[in-house]
């Protein structure tokens, strides 16, 4: 089993910068792929950023491209998500999930194990 717990959430204004944080405990943390996913309200969970199980490789989709980075530190079995340049539309709950294979994924459906959830709220 893998627990994973987020943090760093909050509420920011237009153009400010919020740094989320997963935790991860159980297994091994520096054999997984990690990801990050947000969900807005009646809105379906969308990839947001995702980072091999090295830290060589990582993934984004074209709305946060240059505005998030995501990277990890698998000697404090932690990943992070540094959020810059926000938007009102970037306000959803953010989700990090592993995925127990060690190349990244985009797809939901390939990540094992899931936190809980940080509410990010940009005021316009």
């Known amino acids: 089993q893998v627990q994973l717990a987020e943090s760093g959430g909050g509420l920011v204004q237009t153009g400010g910068s919020l740094r989320l944080s997963c935790a991860a405990s159980?297994?091994?943390?520096?054999?997984?792929?990690m990801g990050w996913f947000r969900q807005a309200p009646g809105e379906e969970r969308e990839f947001v950023a995702s980072?091999?199980?090295?830290?060589?490789?990582?993934y984004y989709p074209e709305s946060v491209k240059g505005r998030f980075t995501v990277s990890r530190d698998n000697a404090k079995n932690t990943m992070y998500l540094q959020m810059n340049s926000l938007k009102p539309e970037d306000t959803a709950v953010y989700y990090c999930?592993?995925?127990?294979?060690?190349?990244?994924?985009?797809?939901?459906?390939?990540?094992?194990?899931w936190g809980q959830g940080t509410q990010v709220t940009v005021s316009s």
């Open positions: 159980g297994r091994t943390f520096s054999n997984f792929a």
């Open positions: 980072i091999s199980a090295s830290g060589s490789f990582t």
């Open positions: 999930a592993a995925r127990t294979r060690r190349p990244l994924s985009v797809l939901r459906s390939e990540y094992d194990y």
